[in-house]
C-alpha cells in the first residue's frame, strides 16, 4: 500500500509537469504566432509604403503632422501652418528705441519641398533590413524633421548697417569742411557698434525657432572708438596749387579752374596735441585764386540742361526756409568733374549757429523733435533725384527712418553730420554744373553738361519705386532708375536700393 501511494505522488506530479510544459509550449507558441502576424502586418504595411505617393505614419515636417499625405498636400499643408505662425517683422529694440526687421526683406524662407522630399523617402534608400527597422521606429517614435532655412545674408547685413547709423549713440568719425576760409575739423566721439555676428545669429536662431512673433530682441551692442585725426591725410586732402580753368570746343572739354590751397600742418597739429579733448578745431586757410574759374566760363561751357528736379515746401516755417536756402546756396554754382566724387556734407559744412542755420523740424531717434538745421536732407533729397536724372553714380545713400512730406518713398536721401552722408560720382564723360535754389515754396536743382548722342535717345530717367511690404508698423519699397525713351516707353530700369520706413 505504501509503495502505491508513492507511485500515484510521483504520477501526479508528472502529470503536473507535464501541463505546465504545455502551457508554456502553448504560450510560445501563440507568442510567436503574434510576433509573425506583427511582423507581416509590418511587411505588408513597408511593402505598401514602398509603393505609395504618400509619406508613412509618425513623421512630422516642424511640428507639423504630414502622415499620409502627398507631396503637394504636405507642401501646402506645411505652408499653411508656418504662414500662420510666422510674424511678419522681427522687432529689434535697442535703449528706448525700437526698429522692424520684415523677414521678406530678407529673403528668409524654410525650404519645404526638400523637407517633404525628404519625408516621402523614409525607410526607402536602404537594404530591405535597415528599411524594415528604419520604417518601425518612425512608426513607433514618430519623427520630426527641421527644414533647412536659407536668407539673404548681404541684405540682412546691410539692413543692420544701415540700423547702426540710426542708434541714438552712433559713432562719429573725425570729419572736417570749410566754413568763412577756415578749416574747421571736428573731433570723432564714442559711439554704440552693433555685433553683428551676435544679432545675425540671434535673429536668424528666432526665425528657425519662430520664436520672434511673440518677442523681441535686444541689439547686442559695443563701444566703438573713433580714429584719430589725421593731419597729413587732411592736408594731403585740400592742398592744391592754383590753375585757370579753360575748355575747348574741337573736341569739346571743360577744365576746371583750381585754387590754391594750404594751411600750416605744424600749427593745427600742436592745437591738437594741447588739447585733444576739444570738440572742434580751426586754422585759416590760405587760398591763391585762379584768375579764371570754371563759374567764369558761362553757358558756353555748360550748354546742356541735363536734368531737373523740385520738391515743395512750406513758406510759412521761416526757420526750415532759413536752412533750405544755406543749404543750396552751398551747392550752387560747384562743378564735378568727370570720375570727381560729390560730397553733400562737405559742401554743407556742419550744421552751426555761426553758419546761420536754425531750429526745425528733424527725425532723431526714430522720432520727429527740433534740431539745428532741420529741413537740409529735403535739399539732398531734391539734389538726390536730380543726379539720378542727370545718370551719375550713387555712391552714398539713405533714406529716412520716416517717409518725408516732400517726397514719396524710396526717393530721399537723408544726411547726418559726421555719420550719414549723400555723395555722387560724375561718371559721365564731361563735368557737371548744379544750379540750386530755394523760392517761392519751391527748392530746385538743375545739373547743366554736355548731352550725348544716346542721349537724345534716353527722354527720361527718373527714380520708380513700388511697395513690396506694408504693415501697420513698416513700409518697404524697391527703388529703381528707370530709362524711358521720347514715347514713354520703358527701356530698362536699374536697381537703386530697398529701404524700410517706419509708420508713425
Known amino acids: 500500500m505504501p509503495d502505491f501511494e508513492i507511485f500515484k505522488g510521483n504520477a501526479k506530479k508528472v502529470f503536473k509537469s507535464f501541463k505546465n510544459d504545455n502551457i508554456i509550449l502553448m504560450f510560445v507558441i501563440l507568442l510567436a504566432i503574434v510576433i509573425g502576424i506583427f511582423i507581416a502586418i509590418t511587411i505588408i504595411f513597408y511593402l505598401n509604403q514602398q509603393n505609395s505617393e504618400t509619406i508613412q505614419s509618425g513623421v512630422f515636417i516642424k511640428g507639423i503632422n504630414v502622415s499620409n499625405l502627398t507631396r503637394e498636400e504636405a507642401i501646402a499643408l506645411v505652408n499653411k501652418e508656418l504662414d500662420f505662425q510666422m510674424n511678419d517683422h522681427i522687432e529689434l529694440v535697442y535703449k528706448t528705441s525700437n526698429y522692424y526687421l520684415e523677414v521678406e526683406q530678407i529673403e528668409a524662407k524654410f525650404d519645404i519641398e526638400a523637407s517633404v522630399d525628404f519625408a516621402l523617402?523614409?525607410?526607402?534608400?536602404?537594404?530591405?533590413?535597415?528599411?524594415?527597422?528604419?520604417?518601425?521606429?518612425?512608426?513607433?517614435?514618430?519623427?520630426?524633421?527641421?527644414?533647412?532655412?536659407?536668407?539673404n545674408d548681404n541684405a540682412l547685413t546691410d539692413y543692420l548697417e544701415s540700423i547702426e547709423t540710426f542708434l541714438p549713440d552712433q559713432l562719429q568719425q573725425p570729419a572736417y569742411y570749410i566754413e568763412d576760409n577756415q578749416l574747421i575739423i571736428t573731433n570723432g566721439v564714442n559711439g554704440a557698434g552693433i555685433v553683428f555676428d551676435e544679432l545675425k545669429k540671434e535673429i536668424v536662431?528666432?526665425?528657425?525657432?519662430?520664436?520672434?512673433?511673440?518677442?523681441?530682441?535686444?541689439?547686442?551692442?559695443?563701444?566703438?572708438?573713433?580714429?584719430?585725426?589725421?593731419?597729413?591725410?587732411?592736408?594731403?586732402?585740400?592742398?592744391?596749387?592754383?590753375?585757370?580753368?579753360?575748355?575747348t570746343t574741337e573736341p569739346y572739354a571743360v577744365f576746371a579752374d583750381v585754387t590754391g590751397v594750404d594751411f600750416d600742418v605744424e600749427k593745427i597739429q600742436n592745437q591738437i596735441y594741447k588739447n585733444p579733448d576739444l570738440e572742434e578745431y580751426s586754422i585759416d586757410l590760405d587760398y591763391t585764386i585762379a584768375d579764371i574759374t570754371v563759374q567764369d566760363l558761362g553757358k558756353e561751357a555748360f550748354p546742356d540742361l541735363l536734368s531737373s528736379f523740385s520738391t515743395k515746401y512750406v513758406t510759412s516755417n521761416k526757420d526750415r526756409t532759413t536752412n533750405l536756402k544755406l543749404a543750396a546756396n552751398k551747392i550752387n554754382g560747384q562743378v564735378v568733374m568727370p570720375g570727381e566724387i560729390f560730397s553733400y556734407n562737405k559742401s554743407v559744412g556742419k550744421r552751426t549757429i555761426a553758419a546761420g542755420y536754425k531750429e526745425a523740424a528733424i527725425y532723431e531717434n526714430g522720432e520727429v523733435t527740433s534740431g539745428l538745421g532741420g529741413g537740409i536732407c529735403q535739399i539732398s533729397t531734391t539734389l538726390y533725384n536730380a543726379v539720378i536724372k542727370?545718370?551719375?553714380?550713387i555712391e552714398?545713400?539713405?533714406?529716412?527712418?520716416?517717409?518725408?512730406?516732400?517726397?514719396?518713398?524710396?526717393?530721399?536721401?537723408?544726411?547726418?553730420?559726421?555719420?550719414?552722408?549723400?555723395?555722387?560720382?560724375?561718371?559721365?564723360?564731361?563735368?557737371?554744373?548744379?544750379?540750386?535754389?530755394?523760392d517761392n515754396g519751391i527748392a530746385k536743382v538743375n545739373i547743366y553738361g554736355l548731352k550725348t548722342n544716346e542721349e537724345y535717345d534716353i527722354y527720361d530717367l527718373s527714380i520708380e519705386s513700388k511697395t513690396i511690404k506694408s504693415t501697420d508698423k513698416t513700409l518697404v519699397v524697391e527703388s529703381y532708375r528707370a530709362y524711358r525713351d521720347r514715347d514713354g516707353n520703358l527701356v530698362r530700369k536699374d536697381k537703386l536700393y530697398t529701404d524700410t520706413y517706419k509708420k508713425h
Request: glycine share 4%; hydrophobic share 40%.
Open 390 to 393: 542727370a545718370g551719375m553714380l
Open 396 to 438: 552714398e545713400r539713405r533714406n529716412h527712418i520716416f517717409v518725408p512730406s516732400y517726397a514719396n518713398a524710396g526717393k530721399d536721401a537723408t544726411v547726418a553730420w559726421g555719420s550719414i552722408d549723400f555723395k555722387f560720382e560724375n561718371r559721365r564723360e564731361y563735368p557737371i554744373k548744379i544750379e540750386a535754389f530755394v
Open 205 to 247: 536662431d528666432a526665425i528657425q525657432d519662430i520664436s520672434y512673433s511673440t518677442k523681441y530682441i535686444q541689439i547686442p551692442t559695443y563701444i566703438q572708438h573713433p580714429n584719430k585725426i589725421d593731419i597729413n591725410s587732411i592736408h594731403e586732402d585740400i592742398y592744391r596749387e592754383a590753375q585757370n580753368a579753360y575748355f
Open 121 to 151: 523617402n523614409i525607410a526607402k534608400n536602404g537594404t530591405f533590413f535597415t528599411n524594415i527597422q528604419e520604417y518601425i521606429n518612425v512608426l513607433m517614435a514618430n519623427i520630426n524633421i527641421e527644414p533647412r532655412l536659407t536668407y
